[in-house]
């Protein structure tokens, strides 16, 4: 059961660029590493998915090194609506994990 | 809006009684999911559905919660008899399930008070 850790919270400043690190240990070879956005009262939304090395997207861009042992999603230019809660998702057939989730707060 | 729907968006119940949601996924798509979130707290996996197959359940957090899938299109997730601790967000998620795309996509989520 593959069980992520991430930083709980991660203050920044519109403009720059935020990196947030999540550890899975024990990840599958058959698992993706996906990362969801969720704002208040809302449900998650997609943000971006791997499996290995580097993806990218309008949005963001997710590293993985070749152990896949960790991931870290980067966001390229925060703004204000960036602040959200910042969840890692491991994925498996049976076995589907949220982390603890990553309070991220941009400051103007 | 991603396309999953969920009803109803809220839910004010007093403990002991049933309660069902609904929950719509985006029309072809193959997996369904449910999670259950608490305040403060991470979505919780409950189960997921490959079309009608219930492939995972053992997460249920007690024999009062049940799912169904009938047609292989919408689910439903009752709760029997419930009680206070229940009371949390009940979201539901769908995914086409094929290798190389498990994305989930979120429906809004069905907030339940019990009192």
């Known amino acids: 059961l593959a069980k992520t850790t991430q930083p709980i919270s991660m203050d920044s400043y519109e403009g720059q660029e935020v990196n947030i690190t999540c550890s899975h240990n024990?990840?599958?070879?058959?698992?993706?590493i996906t990362w969801y956005q969720q704002f208040p009262s809302q449900g998650p939304r997609f943000i971006i998915q791997g499996y290995k090395t580097k993806v990218t997207n309008e949005v963001a861009s997710l590293f993985i090194p070749a152990d896949r042992k960790s991931s870290t999603l980067s966001l390229p230019r925060v703004s204000l609506s960036d602040t959200a809660v910042y969840y890692c998702l491991v994925e498996g057939r049976r076995a589907l994990t949220f982390g603890s989730g990553t309070r991220l707060q941009v400051q103007p | 809006d991603t396309g999953v729907s969920q009803d109803p968006r809220h839910k004010i119940t007093k403990r002991g009684q049933n309660v069902t949601f609904r929950c719509d996924p985006i029309?072809?798509?193959?997996?369904l999911y449910w999670y259950r979130q608490t305040l403060g707290q991470g979505p919780e996996f409950l189960t997921y559905?490959?079309?009608?197959?219930?492939?995972?359940k053992s997460r249920l957090l007690s024999d009062r919660f049940s799912a169904e899938r009938p047609k292989g299109s919408f689910s439903t997730l009752e709760i029997q008899r419930t009680e206070q601790g229940d009371s949390a967000m009940y979201l539901c998620?769908?995914?086409?399930?094929?290798?190389?795309?498990?994305?989930?996509?979120f429906g809004p989520g069905t907030r339940l008070l019990v009192l």
């Open positions: 559905f490959q079309n009608e197959a219930q492939l995972e």
């Open positions: 029309s072809e798509h193959n997996r």
């Open positions: 024990n990840i599958a070879t058959n698992d993706y």
């Open positions: 998620a769908s995914s086409q399930g094929l290798a190389g795309d498990e994305t989930q996509y």
